[in-house]
């Protein structure tokens, strides 16, 4: 318990020292006078397991801070200690600042002792599940991730330029939590592992596709809401990949996104524009015939998204797509993950194995080795090294 740290807020200092002098060998203690300084402790000396704090505080009660608490500090568990032990004290503390326990002055220290430890049980037991939920989804995350590199190649190499674009363009408007928004860009592409070798290929090369063919590409962005929408935490990124091809009807404004709808709707806005511009610089556009192109088209992109992408910054996209330090000549023998692959790499027997452009991951790499102990493989090739 000795690692975990209480706070205790009160504005008697002798009752501070109190708590010291009590708890100094069961818990990493600090203290603070007042409600302001306790939300200070907290922002600079935090994450604290426990918070302790006396209702009867002048400027901040208890209730006003445990509720701030709660707000800046959702982990921490909240608790009261009070002399006024009357029912509405005891509701608004609850309703308010979602206390875990409501104790009253005089407390006796083994009481207290106990409750601490049963707060710092329920600390740990919160950020625990928190820490196992977030390492199974980001193992989730790249499980998928890898099984598009192997299974489709190429809408694994589209997904990686759509992520770059995207991110730019959210990090230019300063938009909060970038990382949703890119992990729908790098798993926008994964419905398409359901459509026959050489469609994704035609998309990008221009041939007209048959009505078929276009009807399976149309269905890929609900394939890949269905393949997401189960997994814990990626609900709003489904959604967005489900609505990626579509005009938007309102297009959200980068200040308005308080609300799960309109960040659903900003990233798949935001899924439109980078995937239509991949696209047209795909088919051999230049980006400012690819811009124009799309500006051409009112009503069919964010126009906010559309003016972030424009001005040069499409030019910087460009340039720092790969990451690149430099080109390699290199065997497979030499290749590893993160480098980018410069050339089509091919079998013996004439089967493309990697498309120009595609990041190098660890089923890519394990295959291509495979495939040159086995078969062999047209060697050397070309690749980029990323900073």
Same mark, same amino acid.
């Given at each position: 318990?000795?690692?975990?740290?209480?706070?205790?807020?009160?504005?008697?200092?002798?009752?501070?020292?109190?708590?010291?002098?009590?708890?100094?060998?069961?818990?990493?203690?600090?203290?603070?006078?007042?409600?302001?300084?306790?939300?200070?402790?907290?922002?600079?000396?935090?994450?604290?397991?426990?918070?302790?704090?006396?209702?009867?505080?002048?400027?901040?009660?208890?209730?006003?801070?445990?509720?701030?608490?709660?707000?800046?500090?959702?982990?921490?568990?909240?608790?009261?200690?009070?002399?006024?032990?009357?029912?509405?004290?005891?509701?608004?503390?609850?309703?308010?600042?979602?206390?875990?326990?409501?104790?009253?002055?005089?407390?006796?220290?083994?009481?207290?002792?106990?409750?601490?430890?049963?707060?710092?049980?329920?600390?740990?037991?919160?950020?625990?599940?928190?820490?196992?939920?977030?390492?199974?989804?980001?193992?989730?995350?790249?499980?998928?991730?890898?099984?598009?590199?192997?299974?489709?190649?190429?809408?694994?190499?589209?997904?990686?330029?759509?992520?770059?674009?995207?991110?730019?363009?959210?990090?230019?408007?300063?938009?909060?939590?970038?990382?949703?928004?890119?992990?729908?860009?790098?798993?926008?592409?994964?419905?398409?592992?359901?459509?026959?070798?050489?469609?994704?290929?035609?998309?990008?090369?221009?041939?007209?596709?048959?009505?078929?063919?276009?009807?399976?590409?149309?269905?890929?962005? /609900?394939? &890949?809401? =269905?393949?997401?929408?189960? %997994?814990?935490?990626?609900? #709003?990124?489904?959604? +967005?990949?489900?609505? *990626?091809?579509?005009?938007?009807?309102?297009?959200?404004?980068?200040?308005?996104?308080?609300?799960?709808?309109?960040?659903?709707?900003?990233?798949?806005?935001?899924?439109?524009?980078?995937?239509?511009?991949?696209?047209?610089?795909?088919?051999?556009?230049?980006?400012?015939?690819?811009?124009?192109?799309?500006?051409?088209?009112?009503?069919?992109?964010?126009?906010?998204?559309?003016?972030?992408?424009?001005?040069?910054?499409?030019?910087?996209?460009?340039?720092? /797509?790969? &990451?690149? =330090?430099?080109?390699?000549? %290199?065997?497979?023998?030499? #290749?590893?993950?993160? +480098?980018?692959?410069? *050339?089509?790499?091919?079998?013996?027997?004439?089967?493309?194995?990697?498309?120009?452009?595609?990041?190098?991951?660890?089923?890519?790499?394990?295959?291509?080795?495979?495939?040159?102990?086995?078969?062999?493989?047209?060697?050397?090739?070309?690749?980029?090294?990323?900073?």
């Amino acid at each position: 318990m000795m690692s975990a740290k209480i706070l205790l807020v009160d504005d008697d200092p002798h009752v501070l020292r109190g708590y010291q002098r009590r708890l100094y060998d069961q818990f990493e203690i600090e203290t603070a006078p007042g409600g302001s300084e306790g939300l200070t402790a907290i922002e600079t000396g935090g994450p604290f397991a426990v918070v302790v704090a006396d209702m009867r505080m002048p400027v901040m009660d208890g209730i006003q801070f445990l509720a701030r608490v709660r707000e800046i500090a959702p982990d921490t568990v909240r608790m009261m200690l009070t002399g006024n032990a009357d029912m509405q004290t005891a509701i608004d503390a609850v309703n308010q600042g979602n206390i875990f326990r409501f104790l009253t002055k005089p407390c006796p220290t083994d009481v207290f002792i106990e409750a601490l430890r049963a707060g710092v049980k329920q600390y740990l037991l919160v950020t625990s599940e928190r820490e196992l939920l977030e390492e199974t989804l980001n193992g989730s995350v790249k499980v998928l991730i890898d099984v598009l590199s192997l299974a489709s190649p190429t809408a694994f190499t589209r997904a990686n330029r759509a992520t770059r674009i995207v991110g730019r363009i959210a990090n230019k408007l300063q938009l909060p939590n970038v990382w949703q928004f890119k992990l729908a860009a790098m798993l926008s592409q994964l419905g398409c592992i359901t459509l026959p070798a050489g469609v994704l290929d035609k998309i990008n090369s221009q041939p007209p596709l048959t009505d078929a063919e276009q009807h399976m590409f149309d269905v890929h962005p /609900s394939v &890949g809401h =269905q393949l997401l929408v189960r %997994i814990p935490r990626l609900k #709003l990124i489904a959604r +967005m990949i489900e609505q *990626q091809q579509n005009p938007p009807a309102n297009p959200v404004s980068p200040k308005n996104l308080a609300f799960e709808e309109d960040v659903v709707l900003m990233g798949a806005q935001l899924l439109k524009v980078a995937l239509d511009f991949d696209q047209h610089v795909s088919r051999g556009l230049s980006h400012h015939d690819a811009l124009a192109l799309m500006h051409a088209q009112p009503g069919t992109y964010n126009p906010i998204l559309l003016a972030a992408l424009d001005g040069g910054n499409a030019q910087e996209i460009s340039r720092e /797509s790969g &990451g690149a =330090q430099e080109q390699l000549i %290199i065997t497979v023998a030499e #290749l590893k993950t993160g +480098m980018v692959i410069e *050339q089509d790499v091919w079998s013996k027997n004439g089967i493309m194995l990697v498309q120009k452009g595609q990041e190098v991951t660890l089923p890519v790499l394990m295959r291509l080795r495979n495939f040159a102990q086995g078969i062999g493989i047209e060697e050397p090739f070309l690749v980029k090294t990323q900073s």
